[in-house]
C-alpha cells in the first residue's frame, strides 16, 4: 500500500467559493459584452443602417452570444456541473438586466419581453456549459 499515491481532497467549502467567484467573472463579462453589443444595435437603429423592427432579435440575440461568452469564461476549468454552472451566468446577466432596467425605469415587468430576454440567457449559458467543459481523461488499465 506504500506505493499507491493518496488523492488530496479539497476543501468543499473552498471548492464552492472557487465556483461563485467564477460565475461572478463570467456575469460581469456577459454583462461587459452585453453593454458594448447593445451600445453597437443602439448606433446601428440610430444612423438608419437596421430597423426599428430588428430591435428585438438583436436584443436577444446579444444576450445569447454575451451569456455564452461569459459561461465560457466561467466553465474553462470546471471538471463538474458545467452545464449548471453555465445557466447560473445566464442567471446572473438577466437578473443584472432586469436590475439595470429597474433602475432606469423605475419598473421591472416580465411581461414586456423580459421570459424571452431569460430565455435567450439562459439557453446562451446553456450552450457555454455544454461547450465548455474539458474532455475528461480516459483511465489507464
Not at 129 to 137: A, E, I, S, T, Y
Amino acid at each position: 500500500m506504500a506505493g499507491k499515491r493518496e488523492k488530496k481532497r479539497e476543501d468543499p467549502g473552498a471548492v464552492w467559493l472557487n465556483t461563485m467567484c467564477r460565475l461572478l467573472k463570467g456575469g460581469a463579462l456577459a454583462v461587459a459584452v452585453a453593454a458594448l453589443g447593445l451600445l453597437v444595435c443602439a448606433l446601428l437603429v440610430s444612423g438608419g443602417v437596421v430597423g426599428e423592427k430588428m430591435m428585438g432579435r438583436g436584443v436577444l440575440a446579444i444576450c445569447v452570444v454575451s451569456s455564452l461568452a461569459g459561461g465560457l469564461l466561467a466553465v474553462r476549468r470546471l471538471e463538474r456541473g458545467t452545464l449548471l454552472a453555465g445557466l447560473g451566468v445566464g442567471g446572473i446577466l438577466f437578473l443584472l438586466l432586469l436590475t439595470a432596467g429597474f433602475l432606469i425605469y423605475e419598473e421591472a415587468s416580465l411581461s414586456n419581453g423580459g421570459v424571452p430576454i431569460l430565455i435567450a440567457c439562459c439557453c446562451g449559458g446553456a450552450i457555454a456549459g455544454v461547450l465548455g467543459g474539458r474532455p475528461r481523461k480516459k483511465r489507464k488499465r
